[in-house]
């Protein structure tokens, strides 16, 4: 036991000292823990998304993982990071909102897109099947537009494509003189290679076709020569290379015809090259050269090609429109429809892979960790671990519904839309694009709002991500489609290269909008998590510290009790001397101790008797 | 209330309206309950740390008190005394004087942490927004920058919660721990006290009455030795050869003396020296407190051991 009041103390100093270091360290605790949460790790986040994005989307686009809806990275996620505790629902988070709006678009080498392609082409059939001669919409559609244009030119006809007027010649008939244009009304898309889809337009709605073909829309007024040397000049794919070819030619492939779906600048380029074209017999150059169609060097002017290549886009726009005003809807729709029912197996392996795989594999975990595996004990366990996943796989049953209702309505939306935009040409098939983009955001925007798990700052949250993305994507679409107008880039680059911006860009977006966090949804979590991180710093110091006080005063009561005994004995022991028998040194020595007087008793002692006083003196003292 | 009057009135309550709804957008109200919330809990602190601080004042001024009576007893009981020791003893050795007289020191009484409460409200007041502040801002700012701003003062409000709160336990655990302490210190004091009375107590009753016996002991032997050499007996010198005596009969008296060098040397230290003060004022450094960890150990395993001997519990320090 101690035998000095000096330990006592020390021992004070010491509890003291550690309840100062008890909240120096709450404080530290707190300010590190706090700075942990309220890092902003935007660099860190960006690349890691995209880059598990990249994986997700390549593994996609080139697998065709698109109809299980759910991706890759998406997958290894869950199935290693498992618990029942540790439940990240990724489907509900950002994540999820970014896989949705990537999947809005597959691969243009998907086999959906194929099939639909292949399924359009062979449902293609002439528009046109009886002889021009005998075709009177033919002659009267033209007849109307010279009698329009020429009302609107205060009775002269242009030329559309030089901007000539026309010169009147007179040719005898019947012994008369009679004016004759040279100018031509000619069909901007030609009658004879016109097509109709068979299987989407009903054929009672194919005479609104063929009205289009002969109005207005679809006509323009161009020199004589120059639209007989057009010919039946037609778009051909032969051996993967693009042709030219006239359909009266011995070398012409119907199977190979394409002008149907040609693209404005195809089909430009075929006229082109009829004009251009050096011909055994006739003027034809000369003449082009001298209505002004061609320069001096032979080649069509950029004038022309420019106007013809309008005009075909126009025809295109307003051709369109007559075909959704034509379209049997209801045969889209069956469609897309079969698509989706064909997808259903996916959709629904999709769920459980997502939903009944990880809980099986994080049994397994489990199960193999003990290292005891007998039969019967492997036969409860795995009727435990049953129980356990039938549970888990029920309270998550609503959301596999919600999941399997709106992945369903996707890809039903998702191939109507591309049958139309399959359909559609020029301006519109792009306004078609977007469409799409728009009402499967919206599509999916209505999901999000309807999620079971989500409070309505985060759905509301949900919401203008999706949207905000959607924006993005159309922005970038139309980005992509002037840089491949512009600079003619060839498919293999501007896929992989739509991929990597599309991520970017969707990323950044996403981020920023969590920076911005409109909502109060990252800020809400992160207010409660200091909060929390300030209650359990707290309660663990007031813990510890109630702790060191408790025990301080035991050990202080102790030691208290022990020197007192101590002292009381020691009193006793002083009041009980004898001066004459007893050695007083050993009690005073442990005063001296006890209260630390640091009297050295022997010194004093010797010091005193060996200097004996002189003879005739007597020490003074000092008076008091 | 005239026409005018209550147009004005619902003009007024609009805009309000419009400005709360607004402002609990960007998180103003929330900023509002905080500001509110750091108000309290810094009126916690200034309320209970004052309390605190009262009573340990007040234990400070009894431990004073204690004092006061301790240095009394020093200077009249044990003074007198000294001077009756050394005059004594001075025949008999060389007999150092006491040093001059040292006070047992008070403890100063402790200041309330004002320099604390002063930052607190210092910070309150630089950062309690006003509304017209408040509106401003958020006209100039916009919503978005407004929320953001806000945000980020909810933040730092939410830090100073915390901060005032974990401070004022802290705090406070120090001015208990400081009480604990002083308490300590009073009973110490009084031990102090009962051991010097005993000690000045004894010098009064069984030595101070033997001085002159003893001393006419020895003059009577150095007269004895005179005449028995022959000396003149005018004017002896009465020193005193301590050793002479030892190994004979009247060694007992040599004890006497001894004993009574040693009280008075005591008797100095508690006259001269503030013991009690320089035995509180200790500090401990780290490395005694490592030390001192091992001793404790050591010495609870021992009193554990002894402890499961004893038949019958007695007052052990308790561990854990």
Redesign the interface.
Known sequence: ??NS?????????????Q??AL?VA??TN?NVR?REL?QNNFGVTLVKNCARDMAGEVARRYFDFGNYYITVDQLYDRFVHFSYENDNDLLSADEGLRKAFYNINDASTSRELQHIADQVYSAQEKLFTESRTTDKLDQQGKQAYRDMQRAANGGTLYDELTGNPDKLGTYMRNGKEVAQSELHADHIQARESAKYNSRYIKANQAERLREFYNSADNMQLMHASANTSKGDIRVCIVDGKEQYVNARDSSYDASTDITATATADQLVNATVHQWEKETPSGNKTQKLTEKGYLDDQGKVKESVKEQLRRNIIHSQNAESIAMLQAMDYRAVGSDAATMTVQSMPKILAGQVFYYVLPPLLYEVRLALRHEDISFDSLIDRIKNAGNRIIHYVRQKAKNIFHNVVFNSLHKFLKSFFDILIELLKATVKRIARMAKHVVISLVNCIRTITAPDMTAAQKADAVTKTLSVTIGGIVLELIFEYMEDQFGLPNWLMEPLQIVVTILATNSIMLILDK???F?VQ?GL??SN??QV?EEE?QT??HE?EAL?Q??????????????SQ?SE??QT??A?????????VP?ER??RI???N?N?EK??N?????????????????? | MSFIESIKWTVEDAVDRASDLVQNATGEADRRAYMAALKNKAAAFKRDVSAAVDQLNQEISRFNERIISLNALRKNEVSGKIGMLFAFLGKFGACKPCGAYTDESTQIPTEFPQRELDAQEHYISENDWSKEEVFWNTFFRSFVGMKKKTRDQNLRLQEAIHDTELRTRGTLDQLSLKDQKTVQDIEICNMYMSNVSTISAFIQDKIIPELELVEAFFQAAKIKDEILSDHTLVNPVFSYQLSSIIGTPYEKHYRFVKNTFMFYVLSCKIYDTPVLTNLLRQETSHADIAHLREEREALNAQARTVQAEMTVNRGGVENE
Do not use: H
Request: with cysteine.
């Open positions: 036991m101690s009041f000096s330990e006592v103390i020390q021992i004070r100093n010491a509890l003291s000292m309840q100062r909240y709450a404080v707190i706090n309220l911005l966090d409109l109060d800020y992160l207010t200091i909060d300030f707290y110091y007031i510290s006080k025990q301080s005063r035991l050990e202080m009561e102790a030691l208290m009790e022990n020197m007192k002292i020691l009193e002083i009041q001397l004898d001066p004459y028998r007893d050695d007083v040194l005073l005063m001296n209260y630390d007087m009297i008793f004093e002692w010091d005193f008797i060996t200097i004996v006083p002189r003879r005739g003196e007597s020490k003074c003292c000092t008076s008091f």
